[in-house]
């Protein structure tokens, strides 16, 4: 818990609490629903949760913003991004239903009144918002094909509207045939520990 406050020292009390709640939630959680490496639990602020958050280095959302999670799994990156920008919404999706509950589940314990989930594949999810989010789901190509329908048109943030993922390694092949603007951004410029040596924020704008 004392890393992610490392890195985002001006959170409130109530986000203290929700962040430090994550911990026993997960652990249990977890040994029921597999959502997180079981031998990865005990990194779970460093691994999961300032992991997802590696997105708010890069753009900071602005009241209002509607996100959706594709393929959220336990809740990441959508859960720690709920918690800290409590004023945008954020849609959790995935097609497994026994993770969506484990999201659901945690969201509702900790209060989280900004998050709604679906137990859906993203290509049966219509709604639009400004960003979809996701880490480790598929290739930026088919996470792009999926999502082009899921973008709203009107832009609200100073940045365009667009796909935000979290990727690790190398991405040349990934970004070259993306016919979009993409901006990739290394986690190591934000957070000194060794886990994000290679983790990147990639940001691909779809109407921009
Ligand atoms: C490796 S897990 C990552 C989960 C979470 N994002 C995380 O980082 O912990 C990939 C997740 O994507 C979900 N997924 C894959 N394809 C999907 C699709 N077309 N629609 C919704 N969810 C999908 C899977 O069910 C799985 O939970």
Redesign the pocket.
Known sequence: MDIILKYFPELTDIQKEQFAALYDLYTDWNSKIN??SRKDITNLYEH?VLHSLGIAKVIHFKSGTSLM??????G??GIPLAILFPECRFHL????GK?VKVATEIAQAIGLKNVTTRH????EEKQQFDFVV?????PLTDLLK?IRKNIRKEQINALPNGLICLKGGELENEIMPVKHKAFIYDLKDYFDEEYFETKKVVYVTING
């Open positions: 959502v997180i999961h999670d594709l393929g959220t799994g336990g990441f990156p999706v995935d097609s497994i993770k859906c594949r993203a290509e996701s880490r480790a789901v598929m999926i």
